[in-house]
C-alpha cells in the first residue's frame, strides 16, 4: 500500500511524505484502527519559572514546559521510501490533538502559539510547548515569609474516557521530582520539587478518566520581609525596653514610650500593603505585629501608672503596711535590689534632724505652749528667774504675735518634712514596682519572641 501512494520522485522527500499522511486523514477521528485500543498519552511538565503568588484572589502564575506523545496509527511510513526521513514536522490543526487540560485554570494566560508538531514514522507524535498557567490553588499564609506552598496541576481529558484515552509519566517519578534544570531561580520564591501522581476520577453514575497530579511545592525566600518588616520591629521593641531605664519620676519616659507607639503606627501603616490578605486566615506575622503593639501600650500604661505612684502630692496618705512588706521587704530582696535600705536611711535621718531641733530649748519651749497664753507658761513652767522687764514682756501683744507666728511656721515646717517623707516612700514604693513590672515586661516580651523565632526557625529549616 505505501509503494502504491508514493508520490512522483520530482517533490522533495518532506513534500512527499506531507502529501501522502494527510491526504486522506481525518482528524475529527481518535487515530487508532481499532477502536477497542486506549490511545496512551504521555505526558511530562517542568518548571521553568514562577511568576506571582496572588495570595487574596489564590491564584498561582506559572510558567512551565509542557510534553507530551501519543502513538498515532495513521501516521506512520517507510523511511526507505521517502529518502530515509524518520520524523516530519506537521500543523497542530491538521491532525487529532487530545484534549487534556488543567482543571485548575482560571485563566488562558499568554502562551505562545506552537503551530507544530514532531511525528515520527512509526507513528509517535510529540507535542512540545510553553504555557503560562494561571491556576487556583489553596494559598496557607499563615506562616508567612517562611511560607511553603503546594499548588496542584491536574492533566485529564474534559471528553475522553479512561477506556479511549490513558495517561501516563513520560519520565520517572524521581526525574520528575528534582528536575530544575531550566527553573530560573532568582525570584521571590525557590522550587524544592514536583511530584506526580497518577488517579482515576469519577463522578456519580459517569464514566473513568484518566488524571495525572503534578504537585509544584515552592518555599518563599524570606530575607527580603526580615530584614524589612520583622528587624525594625524588633529595633522599635528594643527601644522600648530600654525606655525602662529612663527615671520613672520623670515625665521624658511618658513622652519617649508615646513617640515610640505612634512610630510603631507608622511602621503598621507602610508594611500593611505587603504583608499578605486572605479571606480565611491571618499570617502568623500579623499576630505579631498586633501583641507588639499591644505590649508597647501596655508599657505606656506601665510607665503613666508609675508616674502617677511616684509624683508628689500634698494629699497622698501614707504607704500601707502591707505594701510596704510585700514591695519594700519581700520584693526588694526578691528582685536583688542592693539599694533598697536608701530610702528607710534618708528617712531616719530626717527624724533624727526633727528630733535636734525639739531638744533645742526655745523649740521646746514653743512646742509645749504653742497655742496657749504666755501667763499660762510661766505657771506651768515653775519658779524661774525673773526677765529684765517681766510686765511688758508677758503682757506686750507683739510677742503674743511672735509666737503664734513661730509656733505656725513651725508647724507648717513639720507638715512638710511628713508630706517629704511620705512622697520618698511612694517614690520608694514606685521604684520597686517600675523594676518589677519592668522585668515581668522583660520575660514576656523574650518569651514571646523565643516563641517565635523558634516556630519560624523549624518553618524555615522543615
Known amino acids: 500500500l505505501a509503494g502504491s501512494r508514493t508520490p512522483g ?10 502529501d501522502y499522511l ?8 481518535r487515530p487508532v484502527r481499532d477502536w477497542r485500543t486506549t490511545t496512551n498519552v504521555a505526558i511530562d511538565v517542568m518548571v521553568y519559572a514562577i511568576l506571582s503568588v496572588d495570595e487574596k484572589n489564590q491564584v498561582l502564575t506559572t510558567y512551565i514546559w509542557y510534553r507530551q506523545h501519543w502513538i498515532d496509527e495513521f501516521l506512520q511510513w517507510d523511511p526507505a521510501h521517502f529518502d530515509n526521513v524518520t520524523h516530519i514536522s506537521l500543523p497542530t490543526e491538521s491532525i487529532w490533538v487530545p484534549d487534556i487540560l488543567i482543571n485548575e485554570f482560571v485563566d488562558v494566560g499568554k502562551s505562545p502559539d506552537i503551530p507544530y508538531v514532531y ?21 496557607d499564609i499563615y506562616n508567612f515569609p517562611f511560607d511553603v506552598q503546594n499548588c496542584s496541576l491536574t492533566f485529564t481529558s474534559w471528553l475522553h474516557n479512561i477506556r479511549d484515552l490513558n495517561l501516563s509519566l513520560w519520565r520517572q517519578p524521581e526525574l520528575v521530582k528534582f528536575d530544575k534544570s531550566v527553573f530560573m531561580n532568582q525570584g521571590e520564591w525557590e522550587l524544592l520539587y514536583v511530584l506526580s501522581h497518577f488517579q482515576e476520577f469519577s463522578v456519580e453514575g459517569s464514566d473513568s478518566y484518566a ?26 521593641m528594643v527601644m522600648d525596653i530600654v525606655g525602662f531605664y529612663l527615671p520613672p519620676n520623670s515625665g521624658e519616659r511618658v513622652s ?26 491571618t499570617p502568623l506575622i500579623g499576630i505579631y505585629f498586633v501583641v507588639c503593639m499591644a505590649l508597647l501600650v501596655i508599657s505606656l500604661t506601665e510607665t503613666i501608672l508609675i508616674v502617677c505612684l511616684v509624683h508628689k502630692q500634698d494629699l497622698q496618705p501614707h504607704v500601707p503596711d502591707w505594701v510596704k512588706h510585700l514591695l519594700l521587704e519581700r520584693a526588694t530582696v526578691l528582685l536583688c535590689i ?28 514653743l512646742n509645749h505652749y504653742s497655742g496657749e497664753d504666755p501667763r499660762e507658761c510661766e505657771v506651768a513652767a515653775g519658779p524661774r ?37 511620705v512622697a520618698r516612700e511612694w517614690l520608694q514604693v514606685g521604684y520597686v514596682l ?29
Not at 520522485?9 to 506531507?18: D, E, G, M, T, V
Not at 510686765?391 to 512638710?416: D, N, V, W, Y
Open 9 to 18: 520522485p520530482s517533490k522533495p522527500a518532506l513534500l512527499r511524505l506531507s
Open 22 to 29: 494527510l491526504a486522506h486523514y481525518e482528524k475529527g477521528v
Open 119 to 139: 511525528v515520527h514514522h512509526y507513528g509517535e507524535v510529540r507535542n512540545l510547548k510553553p504555557i503560562q498557567v494561571m491556576t487556583a490553588c489553596s494559598l
Open 211 to 236: 488524571e495525572m497530579k503534578f504537585y509544584v511545592v515552592i518555599r518563599r525566600r524570606p530575607l527580603f520581609y526580615a530584614v524589612s518588616l520583622l528587624l525594625p520591629s524588633s529595633f522599635l
Open 256 to 281: 519617649f514610650k508615646i513617640t515610640l507607639l505612634l512610630g510603631y503606627s507608622v511602621f503598621l501603616i507602610i508594611v500593611s500593603d505587603t504583608l499578605p490578605a486572605t479571606a480565611i486566615g
Open 338 to 365: 542592693r539599694d533598697r535600705n536608701q530610702f528607710s536611711h534618708s528617712r531616719a535621718q530626717s527624724s533624727d534632724i526633727s528630733r535636734h531641733v525639739e531638744n533645742n530649748g526655745s523649740t521646746a519651749k
Open 385 to 421: 528667774p525673773m526677765p529684765a522687764f517681766p510686765t511688758e514682756a508677758e503682757g506686750s501683744p507683739l510677742m503674743h504675735s511672735i509666737l503664734r507666728e513661730i509656733t505656725t511656721i513651725r508647724q507648717f515646717l513639720e507638715k512638710q518634712e511628713e508630706f517629704h517623707d
Open 434 to 462: 517600675d523594676v518589677l513590672l519592668f522585668r515581668a515586661y522583660l520575660v514576656a516580651v523574650l518569651a514571646y519572641s523565643v516563641t517565635l523565632g523558634t516556630l519560624w526557625s523549624v518553618w524555615q529549616h522543615a
